[in-house]
């Protein structure tokens, strides 16, 4: 395999962001101790330089129970990488001027979104009916999380769809919001999610193992997520594509989408330039939970931010972009430095994967900027147990 070539002959992984560097064996050594210390079951690494992946590399197991080695030709769950390809094909789709970022969505519609009897886990929009705010929202709200809809309805008291602030007053995660621009999006097209992904991305780039909807040729070659004690859970088997969270992917597929995002490939420099710019400042103390909706000075320092599908900062070695995922069993990051050319994908398969990100990152690219604390990646090291 190409990536593993890189791994085994080439003595050093070129510059970290710092300008320091870092040997293939070094990397591999320090990966395996963290893992070792964390109790993690298995990981997934690509390291890009000069915007090109430069090593590639698993580790541990893909299954516990079967004592099956993690391979970077195992289909895992994505998670919330599906959304970077999301936002990515939305950009394509801005440039050609298929959707326009400002207008508001309804006016794609050919009658009020409350109207539509949408089948499926996603239960329409008839509890908003009467909250004309929803008139209001647009793709760039959607794709910067500013519509006001929650992540997920399910996740509230009543499980019902609501607008929780004025559309594109304050970041706030929300898959609903972005499941909303897929539907607009079929609409004006014509076609499933599926099928457009197909096309956009995972045909033009070899992917040739990665799905929004489950494949049966996945259940011989799959890798599990675990809790905390190595138990597997059931590896979802998602029949609708939702842009949000049901792809599936291998590190192998991942890493060359990567790539084309750090290439820019199929977008102009303006429009990959509108991806990573930031739209809206984030000053919650957390991610998610009840210290969401509270504020701080905590990140002004790098002045986090989100793009379009994607999270910015500026640190002083340049300005960064990134998305994680996350997900029972699974926790996913994914940062790069445009300037630089440098980016590191990290996928892993248990539990306790995101407690050695802050280490990681700093070990693989010489990050130390990521707002672990925001994001909730507690240090295995600083876990009460």
């Known amino acids: 395999m190409l990536f593993n070539h890189f791994a085994k002959h080439r003595s050093t992984i070129n510059k970290r962001i710092d300008g320091s560097q870092i040997d293939a064996d070094s990397l591999s050594a320090a990966i395996r101790l963290l893992m070792k210390d964390a109790g993690v ?25 079967e004592q099956t080695p993690f391979k970077t030709s195992q289909v895992m769950y994505a998670a919330s990488f599906s959304k970077t390809v999301f936002a990515y094909i939305v950009a394509q789709l801005v440039q050609e001027k298929v959707i326009d970022l400002d207008k508001p969505l309804v006016q794609y519609l050919t009658k009020p979104l409350p109207d539509y009897i949408i089948p499926g886990w996603n239960r329409g929009y008839q509890d908003i009916k009467k909250d004309k705010r929803y008139e209001k929202i647009t793709a760039r709200m959607c794709l910067s999380h500013t519509t006001g809809f929650p992540n997920w309805r399910w996740f509230e008291l009543d499980e019902k769809i609501k607008i929780k602030f004025n559309p594109g007053s304050r970041y706030s995660y929300s898959g609903e919001g972005l499941y909303l621009l897929q539907f607009v999006i079929e609409q004006i097209t014509g076609r499933d999610y599926e099928s457009i992904a197909r096309e956009r991305v995972f045909i033009p780039l070899n992917m040739e193992n990665t799905s929004y909807v489950w494949q049966p040729k996945y ?69 998610f939970g009840p210290l969401a909706s509270k504020d701080s000075t905590l990140n002004d320092n790098i002045q986090l931010s989100y793009g379009l599908g994607l999270g910015v900062f500026k640190t002083p070695c340049g300005p960064a972009f990134f998305k994680e995922g996350h997900d029972e069993g699974w926790g996913h990051y994914s940062i790069a430095y445009p300037e630089k050319g440098i980016g590191v994908v990290i996928m892993t398969n248990n539990d306790a994967g995101e407690s050695i990100f802050k280490q990681l990152l700093k070990e693989s690219i010489g990050d130390i900027y990521t707002p672990w604390e925001w994001e909730h990646y507690i240090p295995y090291n600083q876990i009460q147990r």
């Open 41 to 65: 079951s298995g990981l997934g690494i690509v390291v890009y330089n000069e915007n090109k992946p430069l090593f590639m590399k698993t580790f541990g197991l893909a299954d516990v129970r």
């Open 219 to 287: 259940a011989k070659n799959l890798v599990l997520g675990h809790d905390l004690a190595g138990k597997p859970y059931e590896f979802e088997e998602w029949e609708e594509a939702g842009c949000a969270g049901t792809m599936c992917t291998t590190l192998e597929d991942y890493s060359r989408f990567f790539r084309a995002l750090m290439q820019h490939k199929g977008l102009s420099n303006a429009t990959f330039k509108n991806l990573i710019t930031p739209q809206v400042r984030i000053r919650s103390i957390k991610q």
